[in-house]
């Protein structure tokens, strides 16, 4: 396959999303009270995308210029202009996915009112499908774009590209962790105020946090992990590039047997060349296999909803395995490029599955029946729960990377983490159906549409609270694999040995390791106290408008919804720069730093950096695994006992669970996706500075 091909695939993806989202526009976006709440929600989303935008430009333009100008300059401008173009192409993603998703919650809950469930997951689907589509078809255009202009450029090619995926992991910090402030922050205000002091139902119209609520489960899991998901997906590629093309030089310059050996076990021994754009040909053809999954989905509709999105998802990912083995026999490459990607796949679904286990199957209920003694036992299960589901995944990840190593070496554990994100446009798309969903019952109940569309809705919130835990395991253990696959090519890149016999290696890499395993500790207490500081100004505001503006709690005055959002989108871009911080500086300060005092042509900054990246990559995954998990689980247990279980609304069951459910929310919304954009923007900024190491 030609490289022309990849950029032309994106193109005709963005057109296949831009006839989703006619589609979707298209349909009845109601009138009156529906429509005034919907258009609320739109343009409180939309104030929060345009003071982030202005917040990443200020980044991208001090990080931009040094890259232009203290990189190497050999190729420090062009890594300059991939830099600009992966923010504006994470931007991008971002915000057509968001302006759809605020698009399609009110037509989904009209459609649940007038046509039935079938419509109404078709319309909900189809919203998530555009933000999938445009991450996987503006990551082809813009890397494979970059790819056919650069190309003949092949001893720098790895490095332009490495730019693109600095831009879109600089955008992913800012949106995912972002997001997840604004969103948690409305979240827990809302509900310890209304449900639990105010005693009235979820999404009611009188409380004055319910819109920003909305408007952030757009912000936090529509653009921030549409953004998290196209860092990794852009990683693993990029970082499958730099792999390849140290494995080509290293063997051009006849310094290594296993370069040599890895090629061959690749079958590429005659034409190295090809592992370079191996992974963007994986990816072109992973979008056609999405784009399949999605009409899939669509002609299920009628069906249980919840088996239309498995099946559209396994049967993407089915006919993603079978077409890396047709694309590696057709390549003249070895079975085992196919082998690798498949462990990648198999691994990603293993994953997945562990993950809706134990955030919606029997820890669920467990967790539901100790709240029947109590806040304590309640958490105390939860905390158990989230813990455990730790292990199957990390021995899944751990198996991963043994797997593919065996099969085609370094670049196997690349090629793995491709086949992890190949089908991301359907696997994005089921994710981002559930915040779609569970806007729309939002909107069935301010607008008082009745009993019968929300039941319809809350069965498609059920579902998508279902995917969602899905889509933030398969996150996790795609952001791990790319970040490691980002650690494998930095060690290529800086060729240092990290020989444990030598003490002074030793020593730098352990020194490295202990500082690696903090930092995820100390992002997780800032975007916890993140989380708790600007909650606390939502609920103040809450109850100063429960407290002055007369007859709200009775229904006869409107709230000021406006004055939650501005502070939940004041607390966003302000308590998140920290964290963005933490994620720039590390590898800067542990590179340079150990640069600096180490002795001369020892590559101390390297070694230590490399310490660094790796108890960084376990502990964000162990983290993020543990907190996304044990806030799922929260949040579903609570769910369990609101639908009449152990006691059902009202009882003390439930208020233990509500309780759970807010502290668990910031784990699962916040800290623990922010674990994600933490290991791989340090893994792409200690890649980007290899060369100066």
């Not at 910090?173 to 105020?193: E, P, Q, S």
């Not at 929300?454 to 970040?483: E, M, Q, S, Y």
């Not at 030793?506 to 390791?513: C, P």
């Not at 983290?623 to 639908?643: C, I, P, Q, T």
Request: charged fraction near 15%; aromatic fraction near 6%.
């Amino acid at each position: 396959m030609p490289a022309i091909y990849t950029p032309i695939l994106g193109i005709i993806g963005l057109v296949f999303a831009a006839l989703i989202l006619r589609n979707i526009i298209s349909r009845d976006g109601g009138e009156g009270k529906v429509a005034e709440i919907a258009e609320k929600i739109h343009v409180g989303a939309m104030v929060f995308m345009k003071r982030e935008t202005k917040l990443i430009a200020g980044f991208a333009i001090v990080i931009g210029l040094a890259l232009f100008f203290f990189q190497d300059p050999a190729f420090g401008k062009q890594q300059s202009l991939a830099f600009f173009l992966g923010c504006l192409a994470s931007s991008t993603a971002g915000f057509i996915g968001m302006y759809t998703a605020t698009k399609a919650n009110v037509r989904t809950a009209i459609a649940a009112n007038d046509r039935g469930a079938s419509e109404a997951l078709t319309v909900a689907f189809f919203g998530g499908s555009v933000m999938g589509l445009t991450v996987a078809s503006m990551g082809l255009l813009g890397l494979g774009g970059l790819f056919v202009y650069f190309q003949s450029d092949s001893t720098h090619l790895a490095e332009i590209l490495e730019g693109f995926a600095m831009g879109a992991s600089l955008v992913a910090l800012f949106y995912r962790v972002g997001g997840g402030i604004f969103t948690k922050a409305a979240d827990v205000g809302a509900d310890l105020v209304g449900k639990v002091e105010a005693g009235i139902p979820e999404d009611d119209p009188r409380n004055p946090g319910v819109i920003a609520d909305n408007v952030g489960d757009n912000v936090g899991d529509v653009a921030g992990m549409g953004s998290d998901i196209f860092e990794s997906y852009c990683g693993a590629q990029i970082a499958t590039v730099a792999i390849g093309a140290s494995l080509g030089a290293r063997v051009a310059e006849a310094n290594s047997g296993i370069a040599a050996a890895t090629i061959d076990k690749l079958g590429a021994a005659s034409n190295p060349s090809i592992l370079l754009q191996l992974p963007l040909i994986l990816t072109s053809v992973g979008l056609i296999c999405s784009i399949l999954g999605i009409f899939l989905v669509r002609t299920m509709s009628d069906k249980n909803p919840a088996k239309a999105l498995r099946y559209g998802t396994i049967g993407s990912a089915i006919l993603f395995i079978v077409a890396a083995f047709i694309v590696g026999s057709s390549l003249g490459l070895s079975q085992n490029v196919a082998l690798a990607v498949l462990s990648g796949a198999v691994g990603g679904i293993i994953i997945g599955l562990i993950t809706e286990h134990y955030t919606g199957g029997a820890p669920v209920r467990e967790i539901a029946r100790q709240g029947e003694t109590g806040v304590a036992t309640l958490m105390i299960s939860g905390l158990a729960v989230g813990l455990r589901s730790v292990v199957v995944p990390l021995f899944t990840i751990a198996a991963t990377i043994y797997i593919s190593y065996e099969f085609a070496g370094l670049y196997g554990v690349g090629l793995a983490a491709v086949g992890m994100l190949g089908t991301v446009g359907i696997t994005m798309a089921i994710d981002a159906y559930g915040p779609v969903a569970d806007n729309a019952g939002g909107i069935a109940e301010m607008a008082e549409m009745g009993k019968e569309t929300r039941t319809i809705t809350d069965g498609l919130d059920a579902v998508g609270n279902t995917t969602a835990a899905i889509g933030k395991g398969f996150a996790i253990g795609a952001a791990g694999l790319a970040a490691l696959a980002l650690i494998t090519a930095f060690i290529q890149k800086t060729q240092i040995s990290l020989d444990l016999a030598d003490p002074d290696s030793l020593r730098l890499f352990f020194v490295g390791l202990i500082i690696g395993g903090a930092i995820p500790f100390l992002n997780g207490a800032i975007t916890m106290n993140a989380v708790g500081e600007a909650a606390f100004e939502m609920i103040t505001e809450i109850r100063r408008q429960f407290r002055e503006i007369p007859g709200l709690l009775a229904g006869k005055a409107e709230p000021e919804t406006e004055r939650c959002i501005d502070i939940a989108t004041a607390a966003a871009t302000k308590r998140m720069i920290g964290p963005a911080l933490l994620a720039v500086g590390t590898p800067l300060i542990v590179g340079f730093g150990f640069e600096w005092i180490g002795d001369e042509g020892t590559q101390s900054g390297a070694k230590a950096l490399a310490g660094t990246l790796c108890g960084a990559l376990l502990g964000c995954v162990l983290l993020a695994l543990m907190m996304s998990n044990s806030g799922g689980a929260w949040d579903n247990a609570k769910k369990y006992v609101e639908d009449g279980n152990n006691g059902g609304k009202g009882s003390d069951t439930h208020a233990a669970s509500v309780v759970g459910d807010t502290v668990g929310d910031p784990l699962k919304d916040t800290s623990g996706p922010s674990m994600n954009i933490l290991i791989n923007v340090m893994a792409i900024v200690s890649l980007v500075i290899a060369g100066l190491l």
